[in-house]
Each structure stands twice: as C-alpha cells, then as structure tokens.
C-alpha cells in the first residue's frame, strides 16, 4: 500500500500539467502545445535522477524494475491519496490503484488561548513553512499590509524567531500555535502554501491567500486559484498593498470556501482511508 502525503500528485496526466511550476491548466491549442513540449523535460528530469536509485533497491529485494514516474506512483495494489477534487485536478486516467480521500489532518491536544477571548476582529491567521524556507518575510509583510485593516493578525513562525517583528496592535506572532483552535473565527488564511495547513483551512470553509516560496508549494497555490476559494500572490510580487488587497479579495471567496470545504469532507478522510485499507487486507486475505 501507499500513501501520497499532503502534496499534490507529482505524476503525468492527460490534461495536466507538468508538476513543479505552478502552471494553470490548458484550456486551448496553445496551452496543450505547452504541455506538450514541456512534460517530457520536466517529468523526464526527475525520472533520470529517481529511477536509477529506486530501481537499484528494488533490484536488491527481488522486484522488477519501474520504467516511470507514472508507475512509481502507482505501482503500490492501494494508493491513498490526501485530497479530493475539485481542489485536485479531475483526471480521466487516474490509476485504478488510486482512491482520493480527502485531507487527513491532526493537531496535537492543546488548550485554546486564552488571549483568543479577548479578539472581538475577525482573525486573519498567517502561516510560514515549518522547514526553513526563509518566509518570515510572509509574516513580515502581512503585519505592514494589514496594520490598519479591521482585522486581527495571527502569525506562526515555527522555524523562526517571532521576536524579530515590528508587531502593530492588531497583531500576534508565535512561534507555534494549533490552527485548528483558531479556523472557527478566521475570516481568511496567508499561507505559504503548505498543503497540509491549505487544507486545514479549506475544510474549515476559510478562504485562502497563497503565497508560494518553493517545493510544492506553487502547484499548491495554482490549485487554490483555480477551484475559486482564494487568492494567488507569487513571493515574487509579495508588498504589503497587495497582500491587502489579496486578502479583500479572498475573504469575497467565502461561499465558494465553503462549498469546497463540502466536497472534501465527502470524501470520507480518515474513515474512506481505513475502509479501502480494510478492504484491499480483505482481498489479499482471500487470495491466500
């Protein structure tokens, strides 16, 4: 069995584009053309630096060699996959071994905080990366952009130091916090587009602002975009005005938040998970 982890799939497929750069979706001549022309660079970079490795322990232990990126996710008999469409791409080639069940989110116990009672503005909760990727400047920016904003700012920097901000009065920074006891009052979340903390917040029903630094992360913000529940902001183009701006626009984006939050929580999570594992120990159970 295999598990995709919280990021989306970084395989082919038809009508999707090459994972890595964020690309929208073709949706004309030109745009298939692109796909075209660049799947076979992008995906093929990474089958020359994965396969031989890969392939070189699975000869080890007795099993045949994989020929593609397509195969190395989806040669497991069950794959559980951590989203669900629409926030995914609809695909018309999904492997016959792939179930999308949706997001599967955990947040340690933890007591809500107490300063949280006294924030009578809706929250806008902003996040950063808990590997280093130097995004504080996210925190950074969005204190400026929304200093004087109708709202109160939650900033997380759990890979940083949160002493370092200029921090206005309608703001917060902690190095950690459990989101999930703030999403209930959040009107909007900044991410960094992480998928795990993304979700989190999309199934809350918050609409989203993404600012990709890296890693998935634009794939990540391009989907956010494209199912209509918030905003894409490159780090490229990251001031305080446009964040501003961006967030205005995300929190107009709540009906459509909410109506995603819907469709992946259908999906079943952590209850479809465990029923396709029992079913797949089911099969291999009666073919023994």
Same mark, same amino acid.
């Given at each position: 069995m295999g598990v995709v982890p919280a990021l989306p799939g970084?395989?082919?497929g038809k009508g999707i584009p090459p994972f890595g750069p964020g690309l929208a979706p073709a949706h004309n001549l030109a745009g298939r053309l692109r796909d075209q022309l660049l799947t076979p660079l992008v995906v093929g970079s990474v089958e020359r630096a994965i396969l031989p490795p890969v392939n070189a322990i699975r000869r080890q232990v007795g099993i045949r060699p994989i020929s593609n990126a397509r195969e190395l996710y989806s040669a497991a008999p069950l794959t559980l996959y951590l989203t669900a469409e629409p926030l995914e791409y609809p695909r018309s080639d999904w492997p016959d071994s792939f179930r999308l069940v949706g997001p599967?989110?955990?947040d340690p116990p933890a007591p809500?905080?107490?300063w949280l009672d006294h924030i009578d503005q809706p929250i806008v909760l902003v996040?950063?990366?808990s590997e280093?990727? %130097?995004d504080g400047r996210l925190i950074a920016t969005a204190l400026e952009g929304l200093r004087d904003e109708p709202v109160y700012v939650v900033a997380t920097l759990p890979s940083g130091d949160p002493s370092r901000f200029d921090i206005p009065a309608n703001a917060r920074v902690e190095r950690w916090l459990a989101h999930s006891a703030l999403?209930?009052?959040t009107a909007c979340a900044v991410t960094h587009g992480g998928m795990g903390v993304t979700q989190k917040a999309l199934v809350a029903g918050v609409p989203v602002v993404v600012v990709p630094f890296g890693r998935d992360q634009l794939e990540v913000a391009r989907r956010v975009e494209v199912s209509g529940a918030g905003v894409r902001l490159p780090a490229t183009k990251l001031s305080?005005?446009?964040l501003r701006d961006a967030v205005r626009a995300a929190r107009d984006k709540g009906s459509t938040a909410q109506t995603l939050a819907r469709q992946l929580t259908a999906a079943g999570g952590a209850a479809s998970a465990a %029923?396709?594992?029992e079913t797949l120990a089911g099969r291999t159970l009666s073919s023994t």
């Open positions: 970084p395989f082919p599967i989110s955990f809500t905080p107490q996040t950063t990366s280093f990727q %130097d999403l209930a009052r305080p005005a446009r %029923d396709e594992i």
